[in-house]
């Protein structure tokens, strides 16, 4: 069996925390002997961070007690960086939304899907990067996906400005606020077309999920960087939340059985709105990537593309959907390879056509009931693709001991929530994920 040759360290790496970008030489290393407590930005109870000058023969660290070593660190925040992170590039891409627009739910079902589209149709394997750094994204997923057989609703706590959202380093003697990544390594499987070009196609995904307060107008400050990962975005997910529109509400009342639909029952049921217009929180947005990229005012040179992800598709695809279309549901957008359905093997192409002609549909009915919302979208880039998701396929259902919304994890079925994340892939790299540029007429 031939043995593969290591993957070559990248000559720059990125710290996903702070953006801070140094040559591997220069990592720090993280202390194991419980004597080493003490760290200059991370506190007394954190363990040591150095830079080595003795190894072991499998080449990690000694620390001051002799303990070997496994783990890196930023230089600048002395936050732990995957080892896989000097080996492979960040793909970056930002999540942004009102508050209560659903990222949470958004993010569980988007990355539940990708672990079993991305094997099954593209041939690529996902796995977390750093399960340390991904635990509440996992917690999210377990809610929505193994609470089976229960009839508790159940419901993804809101995504707070503070907590564990974020990692807190003492810098200059100065507290500040770092958004806390998720990371996933996407690798092709053998069976993968491509897969003799492995180490080009390898990719970390890093994700992030701010709460949607720290959009608001003044939230962006030096002791609070959270959204400043905007500038290394490679494409922008913004959430756009039609139960926080009352013109989608108007249309949609006596249609859905959605209470987020319902302005009865807002209170009662404990429908949370953000008190802020979504496209004033996008326009905050915007400012922000023009600002920290240094692009002029009026410029959409250098903007990364942007993806509206239209939240809770179920409570009003119907506005959206002709008969025939509303029957589908929403079929999966990719179609198997012409040259692999011969040999059975499942890789597919993102089928782009698709795809787009639904997001024409969204953009015709977000111009119909909320221009003003598509008019500042298409401020930031020339490529704003629109594409309706649900992360639950169902309704919340009221909860008659506490009036909260919640789900029933047997009836979650999300769908296209993995779709925005394909199509940047397929778009934005090169041998990824196929695709079908042609559709087919059925």
């Given at each position: 069996?031939?043995?593969?040759?290591?993957?070559?360290?990248?000559?720059?790496?990125?710290?996903?925390?702070?953006?801070?970008?140094?040559?591997?030489?220069?990592?720090?290393?993280?202390?194991?002997?419980?004597?080493?407590?003490?760290?200059?930005?991370?506190?007394?109870?954190?363990?040591?961070?150095?830079?080595?000058?003795?190894?072991?023969?499998?080449?990690?660290?000694?620390?001051?007690?002799?303990?070997?070593?496994?783990?890196?660190?930023?230089?600048?925040?002395?936050l732990m960086i995957p080892r896989a992170l000097?080996?492979?590039?960040?793909?970056?891409?930002?999540?942004?939304?009102?508050?209560?627009?659903?990222?949470?739910?958004?993010?569980?079902?988007?990355?539940?899907?990708?672990?079993?589209?991305?094997?099954?149709?593209?041939?690529?394997?996902?796995?977390?990067?750093?399960?340390?750094?991904?635990?509440?994204?996992?917690?999210?997923?377990?809610?929505?996906?193994?609470?089976?057989?229960?009839?508790?609703?159940?419901?993804?706590?809101?995504t707070e400005v503070y907590g564990e959202n974020?990692?807190?380093?003492?810098?200059?003697?100065?507290?500040?606020?770092?958004?806390?990544?998720?990371?996933?390594?996407?690798?092709?499987?053998?069976?993968?077309?491509?897969?003799?070009?492995?180490?080009?196609?390898?990719?970390?995904?890093?994700?992030?999920?701010?709460?949607?307060?720290?959009?608001?107008?003044?939230?962006?400050?030096?002791?609070?960087?959270?959204?400043?990962?905007?500038?290394?975005?490679?494409?922008?997910?913004?959430?756009?939340?039609?139960?926080?529109?009352?013109?989608?509400?108007?249309?949609?009342?006596?249609?859905?059985?959605?209470?987020?639909?319902?302005?009865?029952?807002?209170?009662?049921?404990?429908?949370?709105?953000?008190?802020?217009?979504?496209?004033?929180?996008?326009?905050?947005?915007?400012?922000?990537?023009?600002?920290?990229?240094?692009?002029?005012?009026?410029?959409?040179?250098?903007?990364?593309?942007?993806?509206?992800?239209?939240?809770?598709?179920?409570?009003?695809?119907?506005?959206?959907?002709?008969?025939?279309?509303?029957?589908?549901?929403?079929?999966?957008?990719?179609?198997?390879?012409?040259?692999?359905?011969?040999?059975?093997?499942?890789?597919?192409?993102?089928?782009?056509?698709?795809?787009?002609?639904?997001?024409?549909?969204?953009?015709?009915?977000?111009?119909?009931?909320?221009?003003?919302?598509?008019?500042?979208?298409?401020?930031?880039?020339?490529?704003?693709?629109?594409?309706?998701?649900?992360?639950?396929?169902?309704?919340?259902?009221?909860?008659?001991?506490?009036?909260?919304?919640?789900?029933?994890?047997?009836?979650?079925?999300?769908?296209?929530?993995?779709?925005?994340?394909?199509?940047?892939?397929?778009?934005?790299?090169?041998?990824?994920?196929?695709?079908?540029?042609?559709?087919?007429?059925?």
């Amino acid at each position: 069996m031939p043995v593969e040759t290591p993957p070559r360290l990248r000559s720059q790496v990125t710290c996903p925390h702070c953006w801070h970008v140094f040559s591997p030489d220069q990592a720090l290393w993280i202390s194991e002997s419980p004597d080493l407590l003490g760290d200059s930005r991370l506190g007394e109870m954190a363990q040591q961070r150095f830079l080595p000058s003795r190894f072991d023969l499998q080449a990690n660290a000694l620390d001051a007690e002799g303990f070997s070593c496994t783990k890196l660190a930023c230089p600048h925040c002395h936050l732990m960086i995957p080892r896989a992170l000097f080996e492979t590039p960040l793909f970056f891409m930002s999540i942004v939304g009102a508050p209560a627009a659903g990222k949470s739910y958004f993010l569980a079902s988007m990355s539940w899907r990708l672990r079993k589209t991305l094997p099954r149709y593209f041939q690529y394997n996902i796995s977390d990067t750093s399960p340390e750094m991904n635990h509440r994204l996992q917690r999210y997923e377990s809610q929505q996906f193994f609470e089976t057989g229960r009839n508790r609703l159940v419901a993804i706590e809101k995504t707070e400005v503070y907590g564990e959202n974020n990692n807190t380093v003492i810098l200059n003697g100065q507290e500040i606020a770092y958004p806390q990544p998720f990371l996933f390594s996407l690798t092709p499987t053998h069976k993968h077309p491509r897969y003799s070009r492995r180490e080009t196609l390898r990719q970390i995904l890093c994700l992030y999920d701010n709460a949607g307060e720290s959009y608001l107008p003044g939230e962006d400050k030096a002791m609070l960087p959270l959204t400043r990962h905007l500038s290394r975005s490679r494409a922008i997910l913004f959430l756009y939340d039609p139960t926080q529109d009352p013109r989608f509400r108007k249309v949609c009342r006596g249609k859905t059985r959605d209470p987020q639909m319902s302005d009865e029952t807002q209170e009662s049921a404990g429908v949370r709105r953000s008190q802020t217009r979504q496209e004033l929180i996008l326009s905050e947005m915007i400012l922000r990537v023009r600002t920290h990229l240094g692009i002029e005012s009026d410029s959409q040179e250098n903007a990364p593309p942007l993806v509206v992800v239209i939240t809770k598709a179920d409570a009003w695809a119907h506005l959206l959907l002709d008969s025939k279309l509303e029957k589908m549901k929403f079929a999966p957008p990719w179609r198997p390879v012409a040259s692999f359905v011969e040999t059975n093997d499942s890789h597919c192409a993102l089928d782009v056509p698709a795809i787009e002609k639904t997001s024409s549909r969204c953009r015709r009915l977000l111009l119909k009931l909320a221009p003003e919302f598509v008019g500042t979208a298409e401020q930031l880039s020339r490529d704003v693709t629109y594409v309706p998701v649900s992360a639950t396929g169902i309704a919340p259902s009221i909860d008659p001991a506490t009036g909260a919304l919640g789900f029933k994890p047997d009836s979650i079925h999300p769908y296209w929530v993995e779709v925005p994340v394909l199509y940047t892939l397929a778009k934005q790299t090169t041998g990824m994920i196929p695709l079908l540029q042609k559709r087919e007429e059925s």
